[in-house]
């Protein structure tokens, strides 16, 4: 997500490489827009998206795209997790299983701190007690849409209101706990943030959750007859050539048949 500057008006962008407009997307009141460009020169590519949803004030500038002159700002503030996002737009996509249930969605964070020390934006308080107390009520309302994590269990809490653990297990958010959040300028912290992570995704059986349901959401069954009573089918369950790692897959049998006990559906 990103902001588009133009004028007064900040408006919350989707960056995408799909068109879909007209009614369906009108039906969900999306407070939000999709940003493509008639001339195929001024499209915006990949490393300009990752400049503008990282643009973020005051730490970094706005990016101005050279090709349209266009000002982009991080769009944290409005979808800081842009889970529901996500969710409006596989309904929008895939209109013939809009209400059912995904295969997966996942929701990736970039880091909690577990420290009330954690940085937070740093405002020079005001002498006066009134417009202090003012200031310290936009700032909690600026902390609270910022807070991902909040923005996460409100998501889940709404989406995953089903009796089926099956179904609550088809949304899963990862995140990396730090001792402290570090700034966003803290540059020669880079490393330290690395290794913290890369370390607790040792042995973690969340991100092995994770990437199993990713590899069985690629899989697709392919029936070699009719359904018996309603429930019994018999056929080929094959990993799509566009996988990108399907002969990685292919030849590691003790995977194939871990993902096959797991995934199995006994009547």
């Known amino acids: 997500m990103s902001k588009l500057r133009s004028g007064n008006s900040d408006k919350p962008i989707l960056l995408t490489n799909y068109n879909?407009?007209?009614?369906?997307?009108?039906?969900?009141?999306?407070?939000y827009e999709i940003l493509r460009s008639a001339n195929p020169q001024n499209e915006i590519k990949v490393w300009e998206a990752a400049l503008t949803t990282s643009a973020a004030p005051p730490y970094f500038k706005p990016y101005v795209q050279p090709a349209t002159g266009k000002s982009f700002v991080d769009g944290g503030l409005h979808y800081n997790c842009p889970a529901w996002v996500a969710h409006h737009e596989r309904q929008i996509l895939w209109k013939n299983v809009q209400y059912q249930q995904p295969d997966v969605l996942l929701s990736l964070g970039t880091g909690l701190g577990t420290?009330?020390?954690?940085?937070?934006?740093?405002?020079?308080?005001?002498?006066k007690k009134g417009f202090r107390n003012l200031v310290n009520i936009i700032l909690g309302m600026v902390q609270g849409q910022l807070n991902s994590e909040k923005a996460w269990d409100d998501y889940y809490a709404?989406?995953?209101m089903t009796d089926n653990p099956e179904d609550r297990a088809r949304y899963i958010s990862l995140n990396v706990m730090f001792d402290i959040r570090p700034g966003l300028d803290k540059v020669d912290q880079l490393d330290l943030l690395e290794t913290t992570t890369r370390l607790s995704a040792r042995g973690s059986l969340e991100l092995?959750?994770?990437?199993?349901?990713?590899?069985?959401?690629?899989?697709?069954?392919?029936r070699e007859g009719p359904v018996i009573k309603g429930r019994v089918c018999k056929g080929m369950c094959w990993l799509s050539h566009c996988f990108p790692y399907h002969h990685t897959l292919r030849d590691t049998p003790i995977l194939q048949l871990d993902l096959c006990r797991r995934f199995r559906r006994v009547p």
């Open 208 to 222: 092995k959750d994770a990437a199993d349901r990713l590899i069985a959401s690629s899989f697709c069954l392919e």
């Open 115 to 127: 420290s009330k020390d954690a940085v937070t934006t740093q405002v020079p308080q005001p002498t």
């Open 20 to 31: 879909v407009t007209g009614p369906e997307r009108e039906k969900f009141r999306l407070n």
């Open 158 to 160: 709404h989406v995953a």
